[in-house]
């Protein structure tokens, strides 16, 4: 059964930093591409960053370029999304979702993420 488990979510003052993980049972995470979104409350979901399988090349949206960053741990079947410098409007679920499909893309929506995890609360305030 593929599952993918987000935690490290909760509650950062403004400039701080949270990293958050997507752990994958069920199947081997290097061979899928893997995105990261975020959805605050009366908003669209938003794709934050993606790392895709083989090469691991990454993508990061405008509005977290610079101060996420997007990686993996093989051996812990583990992607892993570091945000530094956290501001208010980063505030949403966050939420990872895994594909075969060998590629990101600039536009996020458009890659067809197959298996999504439950999501994990990131509030920013002070």
């Known amino acids: 059964q593929v599952q993918l488990v987000e935690s490290g979510g909760g509650l950062v003052q403004p400039g701080g930093s949270l990293r958050l993980s997507c752990a994958a049972s069920?199947?081997?995470?290097?061979?899928?591409?893997i995105g990261w979104f975020r959805q605050a409350p009366g908003k669209e979901r938003e794709g934050v960053s993606c790392?895709?399988?083989?090469?691991?090349?990454?993508y990061y949206a405008d509005s977290v370029k610079g101060r996420f960053t997007i990686s993996r741990d093989n051996a812990k079947n583990t992607v892993y999304l570091q945000m530094n410098s956290l501001k208010p409007e980063d505030t949403a679920v966050y939420y990872c979702?895994?594909?075969?499909?060998?590629?990101?893309?600039?536009?996020?929506?458009?890659?067809?993420?197959?298996?999504w995890g439950q999501g994990t609360q990131v509030t920013v305030s002070s």
């Open positions: 979702a895994a594909d075969l499909v060998p590629y990101c893309h600039s536009d996020l929506s458009k890659v067809p993420f197959g298996s």
């Open positions: 069920g199947f081997t995470l290097h061979y899928y591409t």
């Open positions: 790392i895709s399988s083989g090469n691991g090349n990454t």
